[in-house]
């Protein structure tokens, strides 16, 4: 009986199939995919956890200001399914990875410490627009040249590797921005001298007005105080404008692997040939 249950699970395949990589579009979609999840996954994370930190929103607001977002997703996903019938995947996801790399360069460019909700919001807005165009052509280039019968694992798979993505780059970007945040300090930090005419200005004044409130002895160091505190948002600010530079950068990476699929005969389902 042992045995016989032994030649069964060796007669049946594998709960995933590995070899499915030997398929050149499927191996780049898959990469592909991935980092679109991550830059999915890790945006989302991002742009609430600013909103949080530097600029006193409660959770409930800052996932307000996503809402905009998932409405212009709910738009545009129709018109990038429409586009896949008549566009070749590999075109569209050349477009959608340009669209990602404008996008987080105006994401640099915006998220500063006087950001308005209405900025955050349409943030939100210009940053889902690319999504749908990247994530049906990734899916559907993903299917060039495999055999029908494999749908299930390549759609296992892909999804696998936008969950994995998401895992990474969140843990990546957030590990990123303290390190630039840390960074920025230091070089902020040597402006912040007694012999720098700017810096004694502004902590004389600071503390002739809060001498006034809550006493002279208490002045200076509540300026101190509060130039520190001043000194570390502006900091974590240029961390997440960096980190937002990186991700453009990453996104012109996709550009140019997006080149190297192949195209597919728009409008055909799994298992579609290659143009040549």
Same mark, same amino acid.
């Given at each position: ?58 959770? @409930? !607001?800052?996932? $307000?200001?996503?809402? *905009?977002?998932?409405?212009?997703? +709910?738009?545009? &996903?129709?018109?990038?399914? %429409? ?27 915006? @998220? !500063?410490?006087? $950001?308005?909700?209405? *900025?955050?919001?349409?943030?939100? +807005?210009?940053? &889902?627009?690319?999504?749908? %165009? ?143």
């Amino acid at each position: 009986m042992a045995g016989l249950v032994l030649w069964e699970l060796r007669a049946k395949k594998p709960i995933i199939n590995l070899r499915l990589f030997r398929f050149k579009n499927f191996a780049i979609c898959c990469f592909l995919m991935m980092l679109v999840g991550g830059v999915l996954n890790a945006n989302t994370v991002l742009q609430p956890q600013f909103m949080q930190q530097l600029l006193g929103y409660t959770a @409930t !607001t800052a996932g $307000m200001a996503l809402t *905009a977002g998932g409405i212009a997703l +709910v738009v545009v &996903m129709p018109m990038a399914g %429409f586009a896949t019938g008549k566009i070749s995947a590999r075109t569209l996801a050349v477009c959608g990875f340009i669209m990602f790399t404008f996008t987080f360069r105006y994401a640099a460019m915006v @998220t !500063t410490l006087d $950001m308005s909700f209405s *900025a955050a919001s349409w943030l939100r +807005v210009i940053q &889902m627009l690319p999504l749908p %165009f990247c994530f049906i052509s990734i899916t559907n280039a993903a299917y060039v040249g495999m055999p029908k019968e494999e749908s299930n694992q390549v759609s296992g798979l892909i999804n696998f590797a936008r969950n994995i993505g998401g895992s990474v780059l969140i843990a990546v970007t957030n590990a990123q921005v303290t390190s630039r945040a840390m960074w920025h300090q230091q070089h902020l930090q040597a402006d912040m001298q007694s012999g720098s005419s700017g810096y004694q200005q502004h902590l004389n004044a600071l503390t002739g007005f809060l001498g006034n409130s809550f006493g002279a002895s208490n002045g200076v160091g509540m300026a101190l105080a509060s130039l520190y505190s001043q000194l570390n948002r502006q900091a974590q600010m240029q961390a997440y404008q960096d980190v937002y530079m990186e991700l453009s950068w990453m996104s012109v990476g996709l550009v140019v692997l997006a080149f190297l699929l192949n195209k597919n005969r728009p409008g055909q389902g799994p298992g579609a040939s290659a143009m040549h």
